[in-house]
């Protein structure tokens, strides 16, 4: 029996109201029946894990195993942070690890529109010593109706303007995928992962074995924009139901 990994913004719920998509309570019901392993996973840092677990469940989405990024940044930190994302992201953090702008030994990254001014201060963070944490590696991020660099094309533009390598925390890391495949007890050449991310989420774990589904339900919105493709694509996971996702 295969299991899945299954993202959540984009492909599950529209990233605009935040909603399910056509055919995605159905679809994860009709794993859930038949005893189909599946986790959800999300690169979703702007709300504490069990908020977002509890948002899910209440729209009608029934599952056992959930993570996300902020699940698993303990494992990667040491020492203080200068954290740098939206408001809700970097107050998650305030909470619960030290915060230092001035010196700190880690700069943490989680998405948002950045200023010319913000990029300044990362890059003095980064060039004064501090190490470069990405929460997640997106390849676009979608806010409203347009679509914007996600934090992997951010993390590259700093490593090329410092010469700094970062570490990830969430998708697409080895780490992160690995996790999830312990809580399935599969092997990735045993499991599908459903995303609307081809470049942050797919590709990276096709290279690991793990077989590809692509839904056009969020970051790509048709097949024209796609440069290396995936197992199998689809309009949305409702499709993928009806057509069996033969991934």
Known sequence: MRGYFIDIQGTLIDDKDFLPLPGAIEFIKYLKQNNIPFILLTNNTKRESKEFIEYLKNLGFEFDNYLDPLMVLDEVIEGKIAPYGNEKFVNILSKNYEIDYKNPKNVVLGIKLYSNDEFAKIIEN?????SLIGMHKTSLYNKGDKRYPGLGSILEMLRYATGKDYEIVGKPSIRFFKKASEVLGLNFDKITIISDDLYGDILPAMD??????????????????????????????????KEGCRG
Not at 126 to 130: K, P, T
Not at 230 to 237: A, H, M, S
């Open 126 to 130: 980064l060039l004064s010593g501090a």
């Open 208 to 241: 690991l074995g793990i077989k590809g589904v692509l839904v056009l339900s969020g970051k790509i919105k048709n097949e024209k924009e796609i440069t290396k493709k995936p197992d199998e694509i689809y309009t949305n996971i409702g499709e993928c139901l």
